[in-house]
């Protein structure tokens, strides 16, 4: 039984699982293009995205499951390593 509940955020856990457009979406959300994913970006991704229903403090916790050395910033690498952080 599956419920037929579509949440925002299935659509960029389908990416993220996907790991050929990993980088892609990275270089998406990553606006100022440092190599860095601040939570700022990642808010305004997500917001912008219609994920209306993540407040700002779920976006910081999942920024937070991502950030795995916790520099405040998710890099290449964690984005890559971070197999569904949703
Ligand atoms: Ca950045
Ligand atoms: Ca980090």
Do not use: Y
Not at 13 to 22: G, I, M, N, S
Not at 31 to 44: P, T, V
């Amino acid at each position: 039984m599956i419920p037929f509940i579509v949440r925002p955020l299935d659509v960029l856990a389908e990416v993220l699982l996907d790991k050929t457009l990993r980088p892609i979406l990275f270089a998406a959300i990553d606006q100022d293009h440092n190599g860095q994913i601040s939570l700022e970006e990642l808010r305004a991704k997500l917001q912008s995205r219609g994920a209306g229903g993540m407040g700002a403090e779920k976006v910081a916790e999942l920024f937070k499951q991502m950030d795995t050395d916790g520099d405040g910033f998710i890099s290449m690498e964690e984005w890559c390593v971070t197999s569904s952080p949703l």
